[in-house]
């Protein structure tokens, strides 16, 4: 706006006589330089990649209130947030704090991004495999209570006796598995996964928790204060969905985050060698 303002109050203070051939090409370039800026502005505001998300946070469970997010911000930057229940028992309402920032280089960037992500999804099938476990030994049990004496009647002793075997065979099998279930790995896995967009800079953002591959949450994510280092986290919408929506929607987010970053890295070695090449022209011309 300032040259702009500029350019007219030039063009107002030489319009009473005939301008020349230096200034036509003067005008000329603050024109074009005008369209550029202007044109690059909306460039940049038209953008789709501004709606890629801020970051990508799996959330790994040390109490039932208290959880301890690993945030991939970009591909050079890592940070540790530490998560508070405010309410255990309304678990919807958390505070989030910025503990350690790191960074590191792309590749151990994606390494950290595609580990916690691997981690997260085998977490879930497995639980989802282990919930179609109990209901086949609880539908066993009711099977068994079922057989009775009116029925056992019409089966040869040896049959009864196989067919019990087997199912007390079953039962045992799966609560040997609940013994050492304590050992699982599995409980090591992220509890849930959040992907935020933005909405006002970094400030404020709305975003999808995943918590299991059938139900997820829309949530807002609020800084309480100007560095961004503290914020909270309140849910307001929950859907149990089916598990082709839940990863659409997952590896939706997870790929525009990605070519977002991947477009930034393109711009920063198109700047750098443009600025290399800018330089040398100006080297060779103070040298001539």
């Not at 330089?33 to 801020?54: D, G, H």
């Not at 792309?106 to 691997?118: D, K, N, R, Y």
């Not at 919408?237 to 985050?257: C, E, G, K, R």
Request: glycine share 4%.
């Amino acid at each position: 706006m300032f040259m702009q303002q500029y350019l007219e109050q030039y063009l107002n203070s030489i319009s009473w006589r005939p301008q020349s051939i230096a200034e036509r090409q003067y005008i000329e370039k603050i024109k074009h330089a005008l369209a550029e800026q202007q044109r690059k502005f909306y460039v940049r505001i038209l953008n789709p990649l501004n709606l890629s998300p801020l970051s990508v946070t799996f959330w790994f469970p040390v109490i039932p209130s208290l959880a301890i997010g690993v945030s991939v911000t970009n591909l050079g930057e890592v940070d540790i947030y530490i998560r508070q229940a405010m309410d255990p028992t309304f678990a919807n309402i958390f505070s989030a704090f910025i503990i350690l920032e790191f960074h590191v280089p792309s590749p151990l960037a994606l390494l950290i991004l595609a580990s916690c992500l691997g981690l997260y999804l085998t977490g879930k099938i497995n639980k989802l495999l282990e919930t179609l476990k109990k209901e086949l030994l609880t539908e066993q049990e009711e099977r068994l209570q079922a057989l009775g004496e009116e029925e056992l009647d019409f089966l040869s002793t040896q049959a009864c006796l196989d067919l019990e075997g087997k199912i007390l065979e079953t039962i045992a099998e799966e609560k040997h598995r609940s013994i050492i279930e304590a050992l699982n790995p599995f409980k090591l896995a992220p509890i849930s996964m959040s992907i935020f967009f933005p909405v006002f800079k970094d400030h404020t953002a709305i975003g999808v928790v995943f918590h299991d591959l059938d139900y997820l949450a829309i949530a807002v994510l609020q800084a309480l204060e100007p560095n961004d280092k503290m914020y909270s986290i309140f849910r307001f919408i929950h859907a149990q969905v089916p598990f082709s929506l839940t990863l659409l929607v997952m590896f939706l987010a997870i790929h525009l985050f990605l070519s977002d970053e991947i477009n930034k890295i393109e711009q920063g070695a198109r700047e750098e060698v443009i600025n290399e090449v800018k330089g040398s022209s100006q080297q060779m011309k103070k040298n001539y």
